[in-house]
């Protein structure tokens, strides 16, 4: 059981919009910042996100990252193929005093 | 080009011993606080271990504390994990990954598998 929920899957056609959740609490999304990570198994994963809605150099503006409250949300605008991975949220947990992670979401494009 | 390479892994016995290795390349690796992420088959990302740039803090996932150990040699720009009383629930490809911030990592390395089993 992840300390951070996320939806199992998503889906979507391409060219669509996809919004995968990531529900936390006061201890870790509440107060501090949400990273998202994309990772192909076998891969390394990639940073698609940092500090609740900052992109990296490189990752396309397709990617938009936000928060409210205790939750957060990455969204994936006209989707692609190649955008097929798995997603995980990220974040400090000030009760465990460590980094936590969501239990992943897997994207597939139809 | 920063890269990071991961070795050490392989087939190990309930209750035996590993000690897994990351290389850096590219960066001052010095500057940088490093990480342990794994994955166990099918399941997600899990954090393990992190180190500071000097090695003077250390901090551990309550599912490995006492049983494995983080260190790092600046001068051989290498990342290592100890890992002792290996159980079947530690199974998974074990990531190096660079820290930025807490939980900001930049660069990942490609992951080596760590199987325990009888």
């Known amino acids: 059981q992840s300390v951070l929920t996320q939806p199992p899957s998503a889906s979507g056609t391409p060219g669509q919009r996809v919004t995968i959740s990531c529900s936390g609490s006061?201890?870790?999304?509440?107060?501090?910042?949400v990273y998202w990570y994309q990772h192909l198994p076998g891969t390394a994963p990639k940073l698609l996100i940092y500090r609740d809605n900052q992109r990296p150099s490189g990752v396309p503006d397709r990617f938009s990252g936000s928060k409210s409250g205790t939750s957060a949300s990455l969204a994936i605008s006209g989707l692609r193929s190649e955008d097929e991975a798995d997603f995980y949220c990220a974040a400090w947990d000030d009760s465990l005093s460590g980094p936590v992670f969501g239990g992943g979401t897997k994207l597939t494009v139809l | 080009e920063v890269q990071l390479v991961e070795s050490g892994g392989g087939l190990v016995k309930p209750g035996g011993s590993l000690r897994l290795s990351c290389v850096g390349s590219?960066?001052?690796?010095?500057?940088?606080?490093m990480n342990w992420v794994r994955q166990a088959p099918g399941k997600g990302l899990e954090w393990v271990s992190s180190?500071?740039?000097?090695?003077?803090?250390?901090n551990y996932a309550d599912s490995v504390k006492g049983r494995f150990t983080i260190s790092r040699d600046n001068a051989k720009n290498s990342l290592f994990l100890q890992m002792n009383s290996l159980r079947a629930e530690d199974t998974a490809v074990y990531y190096c990954?660079?820290?930025?911030?807490?939980?900001?990592?930049?660069?990942w390395g490609q992951g080596t598998l760590v199987t325990v089993s009888s």
């Open positions: 180190i500071s740039t000097s090695s003077s803090y250390e």
């Open positions: 990954a660079r820290e930025v911030g807490r939980v900001w990592y930049d660069y």
């Open positions: 590219g960066f001052s690796f010095s500057s940088y606080s």
């Open positions: 006061s201890s870790n999304i509440g107060t501090n910042y």
